[in-house]
C-alpha cells in the first residue's frame, strides 16, 4: 500500500471551524445539530465497540483499557463520553482554536483526555496506533477522502475498528442539510458544508477498502421532525450515515 499523502488538511474547511470554536458546548449554538445528534452517535459507537470488543456496557469502565482516538474531536463531544467509560481517549484536531476549549471542558468535567492539534497524517508518520478510531463527520471536509482514510488504516491496530459517519450526496441531502440546516433552520452557518463533498455510501464503502479496511456495518442516522429526535434506520441511509469497518490482521 502507499504511503499516505503528507497532508489532506483542507485549511479552509479548517478555518470555518476555527471561528466557531468558542461554542462547541453551548446547546443551543452553532453546534446545537450536533448535540442534537449526539446520543444516537454515541449509541452506535458504543454498540459497535462493545461487539468488537467483547464488552459488557453495563460493567463499570467497560472501556477501560481500549486507546481510542477522535480525530477531528472538536470541543470534546464524542472524546468526553469515551473516557468516562473508561477509555484511554486522544482527542484531535487540525483546528488549533478547538483544542483549548476542549481541554478547559474536560478538566472542568474532571476528564483525562489527550487533546493535541495534529492530523491523521502527522499521527500515523509518528507510530501511533489505537484500538478505535472515531471519524466522525470530518471526511466531507478533507482535501482527499482517499489519503484520510488511509492514514486512519494507518493508525488502526490490526482487528482494531473504524467508525466513519458523513452525509450521503443526493437531492435529499442538499435540501435537507444545505438549505435546511444552513438556510432555514439556521442551525449552521451558511457554507458551513460543499455538497460536492458529500459522498455515497457505496463510494465511502469503496474508499474504505481501498484504504485496508474491511466494512463490516452501514447505518442511517435520521431525524424525525415531528417527535424532534433522531434515531438509527437499517434502510434509510439518504442523508445522515455511519459505517463501522475492521483493519485486516496483519
Known amino acids: 500500500m502507499t504511503a499516505a499523502p503528507v497532508n489532506t488538511v483542507d485549511d479552509s474547511e479548517v478555518a470555518k471551524f476555527e471561528a466557531m470554536a468558542a461554542e462547541w458546548w453551548d446547546l443551543n449554538g452553532k453546534f446545537k445539530p450536533l448535540h442534537m445528534l449526539n446520543p444516537t452517535r454515541l449509541d452506535y459507537i458504543t454498540q459497535q465497540i462493545a461487539a468488537e470488543f467483547g464488552r459488557d456496557l453495563k460493567a463499570e469502565a467497560p472501556f477501560a483499557g481500549l486507546r481510542i482516538l477522535d480525530i477531528g474531536c472538536g470541543g470534546g ?89 458523513t452525509l450521503n450526496r443526493n437531492p435529499k441531502s442538499f435540501l435537507m442539510a444545505i438549505i435546511g440546516a444552513e438556510h432555514v433552520m439556521r442551525w449552521l452557518p451558511k457554507g458551513t458544508h460543499e455538497w460536492s463533498k458529500f459522498i455515497t455510501p457505496d463510494e465511502l464503502f469503496a474508499l474504505i477498502g481501498q484504504a485496508g479496511l474491511d466494512p463490516v456495518d452501514r447505518k442511517g442516522f435520521v431525524f424525525n421532525p415531528v417527535l424532534w429526535t433522531w434515531g438509527i434506520s437499517a434502510r434509510d441511509l439518504s442523508v445522515n450515515y455511519v459505517t463501522a469497518s475492521v483493519k485486516r490482521a496483519a
Do not use: W
Request: one cysteine or more; hydrophobic letters at 50%.
Open 77 to 165: 463531544l464524542l472524546a468526553e463520553p469515551m473516557a468516562r467509560l473508561g477509555a484511554d481517549v486522544v482527542g484531535a484536531d487540525a483546528a488549533a482554536g478547538n483544542i483549548p476549549v476542549a481541554q478547559v471542558h474536560a478538566a472542568q468535567s474532571g476528564l483525562e483526555i489527550d487533546y493535541r492539534h495534529t492530523t491523521a497524517e502527522a499521527m500515523a508518520d509518528a507510530g501511533e496506533q489505537f484500538d478505535v478510531v472515531l471519524n466522525m463527520e470530518v471526511v466531507e471536509h478533507v482535501a482527499d477522502p482517499l489519503g484520510f482514510l488511509t492514514a486512519c488504516q494507518q493508525l488502526l491496530k490490526p482487528g482494531g475498528l473504524m467508525v466513519c459517519s
